[in-house]
């Protein structure tokens, strides 16, 4: 079985602000992919950014950038001059092979004016 | 084009009620899902299908009946659901069943 464990329930930052949301992980296999979720109150989940397990190089989306350390299955999102916009739950999730999306429970992030 | 369409957006049923959820893609993916999401809570896997074939079923209550006619369409027939189904219900696709996902704008369910 796999788990994803997300240990913030909420964070609130101001405008312009950097913030780093964390996820850990736990899978016994090699080959497996990472993904961060946005789903605003609009209810639409919307995927931030994607991580290959295999890949060494951190993933990079404009503002949005991950800090992937393997050894320690640790999978933490920055966002970086954060905006208004960027209020929302935000989910960690890993897929492995056919089984769909683990997802973490979530955190729920307030940018504050 | 990453859109995943689900229809209708809101959905009030009674317990004794039939009704169908349904979901459409056409960006040539070949998994689609089911997730059934309660308020402040992750989506909860229900359905996966594979090259339309039925490979995941989280042993969901027989009240809920996956159908997938096409490669593009995917449904979700309901029957003589309970208070407690009421959720927001997910549709997703997938390139291949271990890529990333991309979701609709789900069903809001209220069964009364």
């Known amino acids: 079985a796999q788990t994803v464990t997300q240990s913030q329930p909420e964070m609130s930052v101001q405008e312009a602000e950097t913030v780093t949301l964390s996820c850990t992980y736990d899978t016994s296999e090699n080959n497996y992919y990472l993904f961060w979720y946005k789903q605003p109150p609009s209810r639409q989940m919307i995927l931030v950014i994607r991580q290959e397990a295999y890949k060494q190089q951190n993933a990079t989306e404009n503002r949005f950038s991950v800090n992937f350390q393997k050894a320690a299955k640790s999978f933490s999102l920055k966002i970086s001059d954060s905006q208004l916009g960027d209020t929302a739950m935000y989910f960690c999730?890993?897929?492995?092979?056919?089984?769909?999306?683990?997802f973490g429970k979530g955190t729920h992030l307030i940018i504050q004016p | 084009d990453t859109e995943v369409t689900q229809t209708p957006k809101h959905l009030v049923m009674g317990m004794t009620n039939k009704k169908s959820l349904k979901c459409e893609q056409h960006?040539?993916?070949?998994?689609m899902y089911w997730y059934k999401q309660k308020a402040k809570k992750p989506p909860e896997l229900m359905f996966v299908?594979?090259?339309?074939?039925?490979?995941i079923n989280e042993s969901v209550p027989s009240r809920f009946s996956p159908e997938c006619p096409n490669s593009s369409l995917l449904n979700l027939h309901l029957h003589a659901l309970q208070p407690e189904d009421s959720a927001l219900y997910l549709c997703?696709?997938?390139?291949?069943?271990?890529?990333?996902?991309?979701f609709g704008q789900g069903t809001r369910l209220t069964v009364v």
């Open positions: 999730a890993l897929v492995r092979g056919a089984d769909g999306l683990t």
């Open positions: 299908y594979s090259y339309e074939k039925l490979s």
């Open positions: 997703a696709s997938s390139q291949h069943p271990n890529t990333e996902a991309f």
């Open positions: 960006m040539g993916h070949r998994a």
